[in-house]
């Protein structure tokens, strides 16, 4: 599949706060195929409020199949911050995600939105990554290319 023919798929979730049943969410979004039908169709983005923190099961099973942009060096200048999301008032823990397919992305930063208006609009901060399409960046090279070699 081309680039021009694949499409991004962005899919958001909301776990359990209840360790197994999270873990049982977690290990459906594998088994009943939702990330990888999503991956036959493009570059996968997954995203929300998982409720594990990095070392938990839960976070483990999403992090052996798919890249944590906070933990992923980032490709550009801009330095990734791993920080807590929740709760939004005095964060303690990093519970809410953003994964990609490998391979796909480049991770120029990840940084979580720690002001008051965030923390007035949820119990949870929000967390940003600015990614960039591999593909479209190595099309882009390559189309550059061959338009410098014909001229």
Known sequence: MSWEESRLQILNTHLSIYPKERYEQ?????TDGWID???????VILAG?????P????????AKRLLDVQISPPSGTAKSARSSTWISRRPLVRIDHIFTSHNDFCVHSARVIDSQLAANASDHLPLVADLELVGLRNEALATNRNQAAST
Do not use: I, R, S
């Not at 039908?37 to 570059?43: D, L, R, S, Y």
């Not at 070392?55 to 999403?62: A, I, N, Q």
């Open 26 to 30: 977690a290990a459906a979004l594998f």
């Open 55 to 62: 070392g938990m099961d839960t976070y483990e099973l999403m």
């Open 49 to 53: 409020d998982f409720n594990p923190h």
């Open 37 to 43: 039908e999503a991956w036959k169709c493009g570059p």
